[in-house]
């Protein structure tokens, strides 16, 4: 098993639309976790930070669930500039970083 | 401040050959990473050191790959020999410990080296 997985989508949707990305992770010692951002042949740019009391940047919504070892990315009133890859990040003990596979979005004019 | 730099930007090689990535990190920053990126497996971290330390090498594919780092402000990454599946991007990254002062937590990329081997 993967030590992080997502749906790899790809998820089509039109401008404006809400779309959730979900993401496991199976290291229940996994200290941190955050959302990052890859536009295509680029480098993977920090999202947000998620904590475990949920926090929000903007349109976007991230959150945690520690017992289930789920983290969720709500993206809301989408963007065309919103369409990228996004990853999913689990620091573990020993400050070890892993990414998830990514969840590919396209936004539809 | 400079960002993470990587080089060579682009690679083009034939199987066989040694291939040698390198790295500088951000200044001050105490943690170095190396992943590779394919479109099949996606962002695999290959190695990670702290203070020029290797701490997890469990991610090298096999005894072809080696990495380095000699000092703070440098690192690299060595294929030898190559071959075909080794084509790939890969990145470095680097981060601050929150000893450091990195809070946020943020790992910062190099733009990363694109290496195709014929």
């Known amino acids: 098993r993967k030590e992080v997985e997502q749906d790899p989508g790809p998820f089509n949707v039109p401008e404006g639309a809400t779309v959730a990305f979900n993401c496991t992770y199976s290291?229940?010692?996994?200290?941190?976790f955050f959302w990052y951002r890859q536009d295509c042949r680029k480098e993977p740019k920090l999202l947000m930070s998620?904590?475990?009391s949920g926090n929000e940047d903007g349109r976007f919504t991230a959150q945690l669930n520690r017992a289930s070892q789920y983290i969720s990315l709500l993206i809301r009133d989408s963007k065309l500039s919103d369409s990228a890859t996004y990853l999913c990040?689990?620091?573990?003990?020993?400050?070890?970083?892993?990414f998830g596979p990514g969840t590919s979005l396209s936004v539809i004019p | 401040d400079a960002g993470v730099i990587q080089s060579p930007r682009h690679e083009v090689t034939e199987m066989g050959q040694e291939v040698t990535l390198r790295c500088k990190p951000i200044s001050g920053h105490d943690y170095l990473f190396w992943y590779r990126q394919t479109m099949m497996r996606g962002l695999e971290l290959l190695i990670y050191?702290?203070?020029?330390?290797?701490?997890?090498d469990s991610g090298m594919p096999e005894d072809r790959f080696s990495a380095k780092m000699p000092n703070a402000s440098f690192s690299t990454l060595k294929i030898q020999p190559s071959e075909p599946r080794d084509s790939a991007v890969y990145f470095c990254?680097?981060?601050?410990?929150?000893?450091?002062?990195?809070?946020?937590?943020?790992?910062?990329f190099g733009e990363g080296s694109r290496l195709t081997v014929l």
């Open positions: 990040v689990v620091k573990t003990s020993y400050d070890k970083v892993i």
């Open positions: 998620v904590y475990s």
């Open positions: 050191f702290n203070n020029n330390v290797p701490i997890d």
């Open positions: 290291n229940s010692a996994s200290q941190s």
């Open positions: 990254a680097s981060i601050a410990s929150y000893q450091r002062g990195g809070g946020t937590g943020e790992l910062f």
